[in-house]
């Protein structure tokens, strides 16, 4: 290959899907320690609408088709993990599996901080950007809390070890080695394309953007906030990609790859196994692209 492709992916239940551009991969161990592969072709709306794809806009359509395919790929995941016949959400339930997971973490991560500051702060007087800076942490603190407590529980642990596996074989992808679980084992679990990075750097954008607003009523605050989710999403998406591209900008991702000694586990050579599958899927799809393009 000319140039290495970059590859993301996702855990999910026992299993890891992997992506590269609009090709789609999800490998799953079976009960009966089959892997099950599935794969399809994507249709991003960048695709159909050239527009989408300038700076911040794209941010923000990759936010909404990543939760969108993630929800997707649990849901075919669980299918195979039980021996049943995949049967994908319907429209309207992907919608509104989305949509209820979007406004969990919405009410977790961005209303709950601001009411928890307004009553910890009601007889304190303080400029705009102290109490900006306090619901930042707020915020920050119930993301940090809710990792810790679910990754105590035994089934997400088992998910973060497939998070481990994901980010391994993808690092020896990269770094040119054959995939084998033997060659993967040896990398790094951590990985800065995270989306645990991403996550940890929309905390830190929503801080500094909500900034410039001032400190409005509590109703005002709670509107605005999520007017912004959308522009803080675009804006991290770029952060993130120009510190993949510029060693400068490295540090960005710096907190994010310390959280994901949290969000991460090592995997197993069974769980390196199906990470691996998952990969090379997507890959034959880039070299037959590549060969076709050279006709």
């Known amino acids: 290959m000319s140039a290495t492709p970059k590859v993301g992916g996702q855990?999910?239940?026992?299993?890891?899907?992997?992506?590269h551009k609009n090709q789609l991969a999800i490998a799953v161990r079976k009960p009966d320690m089959q892997i099950s592969i599935h794969e399809e072709t994507l249709k991003s709306a960048g695709d159909k609408y050239p527009f989408l794809k300038v700076p911040i806009l794209r941010g923000m359509?990759?936010?909404?088709?990543?939760?969108?395919?993630?929800?997707?790929?649990l849901t075919i995941s669980a299918n195979q993990a039980a021996l049943e016949e995949e049967e994908e959400l319907t429209g309207w339930q992907l919608t509104l599996t989305v949509g209820v997971a979007l406004l969990f973490g919405i009410g977790l991560f961005f209303f709950l901080p601001t009411i928890i500051t307004r009553f910890l702060t009601s007889n304190i007087t303080a400029k705009p950007i102290a109490l900006?800076?306090?619901?930042?942490?707020?915020?920050?603190s119930i993301f940090l809390a809710y990792l810790f407590a679910v990754s105590r529980l035994k089934d997400i642990q088992r998910v973060f070890a497939?998070?481990?596996?994901?980010?391994?074989?993808?690092?020896?992808?990269?770094?040119?080695?054959?995939?084998?679980?033997?060659?993967?084992?040896?990398?790094t679990?951590?990985?800065?394309?995270?989306?645990?990075?991403?996550?940890?750097l929309v905390m830190a954008v929503s801080i500094i953007l909500f900034s410039f607003f001032g400190w409005p009523g509590l109703v005002q605050r709670l509107i605005l906030r999520l007017t912004l989710l959308p522009l803080i999403a675009g804006i991290s998406y770029e952060l993130i990609q120009l510190a993949g591209r510029n060693r400068f900008f490295c540090y960005l991702t710096a907190p994010g790859l310390w959280l994901q000694r949290l969000t991460t586990r090592e995997p197993d050579e069974q769980?390196?196994?199906?990470?691996?599958?998952?990969?090379?899927?997507?890959?034959?799809?880039?070299?037959k692209r590549e060969v076709l393009d050279r006709v």
């Not at 855990?11 to 992506?19: D, F, H, K, Y």
């Not at 769980?271 to 070299?287: G, N």
């Open 271 to 287: 769980q390196l196994e199906v990470a691996i599958a998952a990969l090379k899927a997507v890959l034959q799809h880039v070299k």
């Open 11 to 19: 855990a999910v239940i026992e299993g890891v899907m992997m992506r």
């Open 61 to 73: 359509v990759a936010f909404v088709e990543s939760l969108t395919l993630g929800t997707r790929a």
């Open 132 to 140: 900006n800076l306090f619901e930042g942490l707020v915020r920050i």
């Open 162 to 187: 497939y998070h481990g596996a994901e980010h391994k074989s993808i690092a020896c992808f990269e770094a040119g080695e054959e995939l084998t679980p033997a060659n993967a084992c040896k990398y």
């Open 189 to 200: 679990r951590l990985h800065p394309r995270c989306g645990t990075s991403f996550l940890l």
